[in-house]
């Protein structure tokens, strides 16, 4: 039998685990008996058994999902069937307490809802009985109330399994279509105004006003690069919405007076798991999807296998050469070949001593600072780079191209 009603699972589950307490041996004749004269009252019982839950309960007080008649409908059954098991008439259904945690679930019901639906409901059918009864039928129930309340609180660790897997199965179906909104708007699938309105609707953001997108990479296959971002931003009063592909994760955020992209930032990179890229601030949710391209390239911009967060527009020559990967590589095939020709560690030596002198200006002093050695060293090897590369670093044009070339390998992950 299919119950729908916290009460009603109290009320079969009593009735079964008394039954089972009792197993090997007949239920007293009298309490037979009493079954049997109350069976004709089920439909009366289970009324006002459906009127105290709405009386207690708000959740179940003009319920539009769950309505009234429903829960009369549940509750009548019920009575009527743990009435009959103690009548010998029917079989116990053992199943039924998961099925009204999931339902409840579904529904929406808060737990303590649930709970205290399934209290009071047990305690009505128990109240009931022990008032019906002959006074040696009611000692044969007192003598088992301990037991039969015992089940009780067995029967609820049950109903609380079946509604917290129903709300994690329904927290995952959520947040299913809401990844699949995120992408019809990141993927410009939307047919127009209204549909963005739409989606924006459903996902609580606004259809206007000043978005990011941000873009972060997976550290593993289908594993988040900001965990529990969305939690973290909702707790500072800032809207997002996520989705999560096989090697990044990928999300809207809706910017709000007195957090802006600085602010967003850093909780990005308090959170990142490995580099992310946001966009430039998009004024419109329709440039989402042109937003995620950015989002992408700056990403891309941050070295490989560190924690960066690269706003798109903050580091333009990183960003430039990341959204043109085969330029790049052609670009390091062109000026550093030789470079990489060269033995690991001597390749290592050249390429830290030409950042290092290029971040410094062509000083050599605060180069030779930076890598702990003698500036003749940082001498001597800034002219093996010349002589293996062929460029005069003393030239503009050269110099730039150099930087270029190992901007253009770092983000490739080269050397």
């Not at 769950?66 to 009575?79: H, W």
């Not at 990142?272 to 911009?301: H, I, K, N």
Request: aromatic fraction near 4%; include cysteine.
């Amino acid at each position: 039998m299919r119950t729908d009603n916290p009460c009603d699972v109290l009320c079969t589950s009593t009735t079964a685990r008394y039954l089972s307490l009792v197993q090997g041996a007949d239920v007293d004749p009298e309490v037979r008996a009493l079954s049997r004269r109350l069976l004709p009252e089920a439909d009366q019982l289970g009324l006002r058994v459906a009127e105290r839950l709405r009386e207690e309960i708000p959740f179940y007080a003009g319920n539009q999902i769950l309505g009234f008649d429903e829960v009369v409908a549940s509750c009548t059954a019920n009575v009527r069937h743990i009435l009959g098991n103690l009548a010998g008439d029917a079989n116990v259904d053992l199943d039924s307490p998961r099925q009204t945690g999931t339902t409840r679930a579904d529904q929406g019901a808060p737990y303590a809802a649930v709970l205290q639906a399934f209290r009071l409901g047990g305690r009505f059918i128990w109240e009931t009985l022990v008032e019906r009864a002959d006074p040696e039928v009611r000692d044969v129930l007192l003598l088992a109330a301990a037991d039969i309340w015992a089940v009780t609180d067995d029967l609820a660790a049950s109903v609380t399994d079946a509604y917290r897997s129903a709300l994690s199965d329904r927290a995952r179906r959520d947040g299913q279509m809401r990844a699949v909104l995120v992408g019809t708007l990141l993927d410009g699938e939307t047919s127009g105004p209204q549909q963005v309105w739409e989606a924006a609707g459903i996902l609580a953001l606004r259809a206007e006003g000043d978005f990011v997108v941000v873009c972060a990479e997976s550290p593993t296959a289908g594993a988040e690069g900001l965990p529990d971002v969305e939690r973290v931003l909702r707790r500072t009063n800032v809207t997002s919405a996520w989705r999560l592909e096989h090697d990044h994760q990928e999300g809207i955020v809706a910017l709000r007076v007195g957090f802006g992209v600085d602010h967003l930032v850093d909780v990005l990179d308090e959170l990142a798991q490995g580099r992310v890229g946001t966009s430039s601030v998009l004024p419109r949710l329709e440039e989402v999807q042109e937003g995620r391209r950015q989002a992408r390239t700056a990403c891309a911009a941050g070295s490989p296998g560190s924690q960066e967060v690269v706003r798109f527009g903050a580091r333009p020559l990183a960003v430039l050469l990341a959204g043109s990967q085969e330029q790049a590589r052609a670009l390091v095939d062109a000026v550093l070949a030789p470079v990489f020709d060269l033995s690991p560690d001597d390749r290592a030596v050249v390429l830290d001593t030409a950042r290092a002198w290029l971040e410094a200006g062509g000083s050599t002093s605060t180069a030779a600072k930076a890598l702990h050695v003698h500036r003749n060293t940082v001498r001597y090897r800034v002219r093996r780079l010349e002589e293996v590369t062929g460029r005069d670093l003393a030239r503009p044009v050269d110099a730039a191209e150099l930087y270029v070339a190992l901007e253009s390998a770092r983000i490739l992950g080269l050397g």
